[in-house]
Nanobody
Framework: VQLQASGGGLVQAGGSLRLSCAAP????????MGWFRQAPGNEREFVAA????????YYADSVKGRFTVSRDNAKNTLYLQMNSLKPEDTAVYYC???????????????????WGQGTLVTVSS
């Protein structure tokens, strides 16, 4: 599956952005999806994940209560609503897809076999 992340940009601290991840094709609903991010000089880290139906979500502690992951299977699109942004949220954000039907959701990078190109989010103080 090809993934195309978009929606990044420059925002002031306290602001909001919504990232999108388009997955053209008819198999999007077969994938559990995740968001990860990589800040300059840091390793890529887990942000949020969502099951195939969207019925369950999971978040990193650092974004819990501020970020919301959702999906629209009819539009083959994954979203990440980011509110109350902080400078430490500055990173390249990646969406990823997990096709293992036996795994409802995962926070682990190695679970995801398909990755988008990343979109840069910069939060100024």
């Amino acid at each position: 599956v090809q993934l195309q992340a978009s929606g990044g940009g420059l925002v002031q601290a306290g602001g909001s952005l919504r990232l999108s991840c388009a997955a053209p094709g008819r198999t999007f609903s077969n994938y559990a999806m995740g968001w990860f991010r990589q800040a300059p000089g840091n390793e890529r880290e887990f942000v949020a994940a969502i099951t195939r139906t969207g019925g369950s979500t999971y978040y990193a502690d650092s974004v819990k209560g501020r970020f919301t992951v959702s999906r629209d299977n009819a539009k083959n699109t994954l979203y990440l609503q980011m509110n109350s942004l902080k400078p430490e949220d500055t990173a390249v954000y990646y969406c990823a897809a997990d096709f293992n039907l036996g795994r409802p959701i995962s926070t682990m990078q190695h679970s995801y076999k398909h990755w988008g190109q990343g979109t840069l989010v910069t939060v100024s103080s």
